[in-house]
């Protein structure tokens, strides 16, 4: 199966929002909740923000959320800070294996 | 508190193998399956398999079936990963990641990263 379609980058404002979506097929994004985001900033490991779709763990921003519409899921960060420039990769799995995005670098303005 | 701890980095010729380790600590170690993730300069992460610590039984990625081996020792809460037949192109940062409490899930916490890279 092949990787998660992703924009290769997005870019805001501080304050504003922007959506980061991840294209699947309704094999693995349209057929299972099991789509997470990671944060990775340079040098560092990737965090997990988001799973199960709409889940944050304890201690990510509210600011992050999730959902999804048929083989697409999205990540939106509303409310733009300076730290949150860094890449973000979508995750789906199915019961076999687990697909990656490729990659989206965000960018604060 | 949980922590997955990797080995150093490490330089290898091509048509060697590396085997990089993954100690963690802080949880039930036999209670969360643990993954293996790619990452080569400058890209995104690529998934590579899983290991099932509590019986060792594994499952890899088709593009590494037959390159990749992961093992477990529970005596020491460390799982390892062993890269044979290596490339220039397997130059990359390796991470383990554990998953929930199904194989096939989110990763939510994740080793330093194990730099690899391979060079004549």
């Known amino acids: 199966q092949s990787a998660l379609t992703q924009p290769a980058s997005v870019s805001g404002s501080p304050g504003q929002s922007i959506t980061i979506s991840c294209t699947g097929t309704?094999?693995?994004?349209?057929?299972?909740?099991?789509v997470s985001w990671y944060q990775q900033h340079p040098g560092k490991a990737p965090k997990l923000m988001i799973y199960d779709v709409i889940i944050r763990p304890s201690g990510v921003s509210s600011r992050f959320s999730g959902s999804k519409s048929g083989n697409t899921a999205s990540l939106t960060i509303s409310g733009l800070q300076a730290e949150d420039e860094a890449d973000y990769y979508c995750s789906s799995c199915t019961s076999t294996l687990v697909l990656f995005g490729g990659g989206t670098k965000l960018t604060v303005l | 508190q949980v922590q997955v701890v990797q080995s150093g980095a490490e330089v290898k010729k091509p048509g060697a193998s590396v085997k990089v380790s993954c100690k963690a600590s802080?949880?039930?170690?036999?209670?969360?399956?643990m993954h293996w993730v790619r990452q080569a300069p400058g890209q995104g992460l690529e998934w590579m398999g899983l290991?099932?610590?509590?019986?060792?039984?594994?499952s890899y990625a088709q593009k590494f079936q037959g390159r990749v081996t992961m093992t477990r020792d529970t005596s020491t809460s460390t799982v390892y990963m062993e890269l044979s037949s290596l490339r220039s192109e397997d130059t990359a940062v390796f991470y383990c990641?554990?998953?929930?409490?199904?194989?096939?899930?989110?990763?939510?916490?994740w080793g330093q990263g194990t730099l690899v890279t391979v060079s004549s």
């Open positions: 802080g949880y039930s170690f036999t209670s969360y399956y």
């Open positions: 290991i099932n610590p509590s019986g060792g039984s594994t």
């Open positions: 309704s094999s693995d994004v349209g057929d299972y909740n099991s």
């Open positions: 990641a554990t998953s929930g409490g199904v194989p096939y899930s989110y990763f939510d916490y």
